[in-house]
DNA sequence: CGCAGAGCATGCGAAAACGCATGCCATGGA
DNA sequence: TCCATGGCATGCGTTTTCGCATGCTCTGCG
């Protein structure tokens, strides 16, 4: 008679992944659970939730209702959660934090080696990803991210700002120090403009010979001698083989910022963690800019 | 890892009901389930919720969290619950009325029986009680009330005013008039304050004899011939062996309303059932006033 | 001091929930 | 037309969860 409320639950992962293997992949059950579930709620509520098609379950008007509430329920654990680790005083477990996959593998790891060394009893969970995982929903503790802004409900540090420049293979530096006009090649983000209209007119030689959606593989192709990438500047300087090149003058990029839920931000984990690396960001600015 | 939501849902009881035989008896289940779910919420979230003393379990500041956002969640399932109650368009299924006990008896039970022709497939489920049921937490679909206003968060309807006055035996009744200034017993009910200054002073023979604290019984007594009882207008004249006595002239008292949850209030079921009541209770009306 | 009752822990057998394998059906491309 | 794929239903054996019975501890009372 009384609904279950982990079937709510299941219904909103239904909803939300339209078929059964989607919502199960997202509970981490079995499809037929999901499906048992459901049947179980529908029973209980006398009420049709999903129709069953052939292309999957279709939530009905009800099904609809129950998502919505429970999605309501699932922003409270959320808020539970969150809560829960903040208020969390313990030096010992886990903590999870996210950063890109190069800022962790050229910066953060001696960082990440220290707090480690300092708080044993911390588990770190290092998420490398360029994604923005859902600090909200607690996908990650912490977050060192790129952007002009913390974000709206986020709480957040500046650590640094950075710029970026050209770097190439030392080849390509001399071939270029030798003969600004002739031909060398560039590597473009994929999603990027056309090179500066500078560029051009300086370097009228410069040709735009790839483009790539990856900057860890643009950085690869660049060591092995591609072309000419403009990346961040630590980057560049931490990247064996490449050196500065004049073609773009370096010009300031998006701020590294440290930011978290505000829930989450005062946790003893949280706060230890940036008590580490606030200074060690603050040592290593000279890294970031020209 | 990530917790169960009926194990939050097992916190909040076990919060409400300070023992784990209290929730347990909330939630349908045996009281070892109650202590293994918490057991596993707490394994799961690495926290102590609750400390196990002698005389029970005492939530930690971690617990008092847990169940404070599972309130939250509670109240999701309870609007959701409504919603879908008002949202449901059959004229079959249960419904959930509540109504004192006295006025079902004397009043209610033909609408009821008419009710139950014109829907036959609507299974009508009455809670004859004078608790006021939490309509919030739909533990009945509409209730029919005696009071001074429906209810802040309530809609309502009401049905009809009413009068007390004061009902005996026809002895009694004959004694009043041969000697109004003779003795005469009076049943009181607990709660209230003395005879009026009015009747002591007309009848200076009334004297109270019993104070009772349930009206059912106070009716008994006056059909026993115990003594006069003020009692609504349409009770005294329901109860065979009972006549009306000049002693206590006819006053006005709360009106009878019903009243539901706006979610539920258009619920198909309900409106069927005011459909019944409304017309029933106009009709019925000169039985509750003087 | 002994006893009764309330409240909880633990162990065991029963019941429910679950995962897996199989089969059906619709769709879409070769 | 045939086949591959995605998605779901169903049956079966296993795992998990549950309820019940027993025993322990603490408190209050005569």
């Known amino acids: ?141 912490v977050a060192i991210r790129v952007s002009r802004a913390p974000g709206d409900t986020l709480k957040g540090l500046r650590l640094t700002e950075q710029h970026t420049a050209s770097f190439a293979t030392k080849d390509w530096a001399d071939r270029i120090r030798d003969d600004p006009k002739g031909p060398h090649d560039w590597i473009l983000f994929a999603d990027h403009s056309d090179l500066p209209k500078s560029v051009q007119s300086a370097y009228p030689g410069a040709r735009v010979r790839y483009r790539f959606d990856d900057m860890i593989a643009m950085a690869g192709a660049a060591q092995a001698g591609l072309g000419i990438v403009r990346m961040p500047m630590f980057l560049g300087r931490a990247l064996p083989g490449l050196v500065q090149v004049p073609c773009l003058p370096p010009q300031s990029y998006a701020d590294i910022w440290i930011v978290a839920h505000p829930d989450v931000w005062t946790g003893a984990r949280v706060k230890a963690f940036r008590d580490i690396l606030v200074p060690d960001m603050k040592t290593a600015r000279p890294l970031f800019v020209a």
């Open 1 to 141: 008679m009384e609904p279950q409320w982990d079937d709510l639950r299941t219904v909103l992962a239904l909803v939300r992944g339209k078929t059964l293997a989607a919502a199960a992949e997202a509970l981490g059950v079995n499809y037929t659970t999901v499906a048992r579930r459901v049947s179980r709620l529908e029973t209980a509520l006398g009420l049709t939730l999903f129709e069953r098609l052939a292309d999957g379950y279709q939530p009905t008007e009800a099904g609809l209702r129950v998502a919505e509430r429970a999605a309501a329920m699932a922003a409270e654990t959320d808020s539970l959660l969150r809560q829960l680790a903040g208020a969390d005083a313990r030096l010992s477990g886990p903590l999870t934090i996210t950063a890109p996959q190069l800022l962790i593998a050229h910066v953060l790891a001696p960082s990440l080696k220290r707090f480690r060394e300092t708080y044993p009893d911390v588990s770190l969970q290092v998420r490398a990803t360029n994604d923005l995982l859902d600090l909200t929903r607690r996908e990650a503790d």
